[in-house]
């Protein structure tokens, strides 16, 4: 059984949101193209307490962008986005969400951090996405989204780690490139765990 995993698709990641990922909105229409073909359809969604330690509003004196400590993890620092129960969190308009079977909620610890749809970044908890894929006989997941550089690549990386045939499909995904070239190596280091780029 071939699941496709939407990462993320979520207004505060599109043009116009608190962490835009440029093009964003272009893995949209993908992602309804792409829906009907496959036997399930499992959706991935950023959803922070307003206080979550990976904002830098959290961290005085920090800004955007800086890579600083929590609970012995490494945390770069965002914008306040995908707040729980806010517009920004919600799953983009133009998403037919009516083909997604199953919504897998992240992030929604203050002090972690999740960037993958299985894990947190510490692997300290699981999300129950693999638990929820293994109960339907999933063996096979196909990967799309945003962003390329940190939860597509997050989420493939440990759904290949958990040996499921994952493949991802670089249509359906942009990349936030907070340094030029992230996309590219995240998706290098993607085909060296033997991850398909399709
Ligand atoms: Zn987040």
């Given at each position: 059984m071939q699941a496709l995993i939407l990462v993320d698709i979520q207004n505060d990641f599109l043009p116009g949101g608190a962490l835009?990922?440029?093009?964003?909105?272009?893995?949209?229409?993908v992602a309804n193209r792409l829906?009907?073909?496959?036997?399930?359809v499992v959706a991935t969604q950023d959803w922070h307490p307003a206080d979550h330690q990976s904002f830098a509003s959290q961290h005085p004196g920090r800004s955007v962008g800086e890579v600083i400590d929590v609970d012995g993890l490494e945390q770069t620092l965002w914008p306040d986005h995908c707040v729980e129960n806010t517009p920004g969190a919600e799953l983009a308009a133009e998403l037919n969400v009516r083909g997604i079977q199953h919504v897998v909620r992240k992030g929604t610890d203050r002090r972690i951090d999740s960037y993958s749809g299985f894990f947190d970044n510490g692997r300290r908890k699981a999300t129950g996405?693999?638990?929820?894929?293994?109960?339907?006989?999933?063996?096979?997941?196909?990967?799309?989204?945003?962003?390329?550089?940190?939860?597509?690549?997050?989420t493939a990386l440990d759904a290949a780690a958990l040996a499921f045939n994952t493949r991802v499909i670089a249509e359906g995904c942009r990349g936030v490139e907070l340094v030029p070239g992230d996309c590219e190596k995240a998706l290098d280091l993607m085909w060296a765990r033997g991850i398909m780029v399709i």
């Open positions: 835009a990922v440029p093009h964003g909105d272009e893995v949209v229409p829906m009907p073909q496959y036997d399930l996405l693999e638990a929820y894929l293994r109960q339907r006989a999933v063996t096979g997941v196909d990967v799309m989204g945003l962003a390329t550089d940190y939860c597509v690549k997050a």
